[in-house]
């Protein structure tokens, strides 16, 4: 039982920058990992960022797409169980529907990801 709530989609313009927030919640027991997957029209959905932890001992990793490396920042929110994407130096490529994951155990369940609904980013030249 858990859900996942995406926020900061929006529309921009080339050169400038846009901030998503996905918070998950529920009885989640631990959070293997999080982050961002897009999609454009006619392409395969592509990994945007993620942050992933192998276990409570473990350091976590960060992973960005080729993309958006130096351009995106994916860091973890204030709030638990949440996470912020940077959006900086926006290319027009960036437009996309954008949906939060959280790899998470949940209580009773096994380890599986949860979706968010998708937020729109559009990016203008």
């Known amino acids: 039982q858990v859900q996942v709530l995406e926020s900061g989609g929006g529309s921009g313009q080339a050169g400038g920058s846009l901030r998503l927030s996905c918070a998950a919640s529920?009885?989640?027991?631990?959070?293997?990992?999080m982050g961002w997957y897009r999609q454009a029209p006619g392409e395969q959905r592509e990994l945007v960022a993620e942050?992933?932890?192998?276990?409570?001992?473990?350091?976590?990793?960060?992973n960005y797409g080729d993309s958006v490396k130096g351009r995106f920042t994916l860091s973890r929110g204030n709030a638990k169980n949440t996470v912020l994407l940077q959006m900086d130096s926006l290319k027009p490529e960036d437009t996309a529907v954008y949906s939060c994951f959280a790899d998470v155990l949940a209580l009773g369940r096994p380890r599986r990801s949860y979706w968010g609904q998708g937020t729109q980013v559009t990016v203008s030249s």
């Open positions: 942050i992933t932890s192998a276990g409570l001992t473990s350091a976590s990793v960060t």
């Open positions: 529920g009885t989640i027991t631990f959070v293997y990992g």
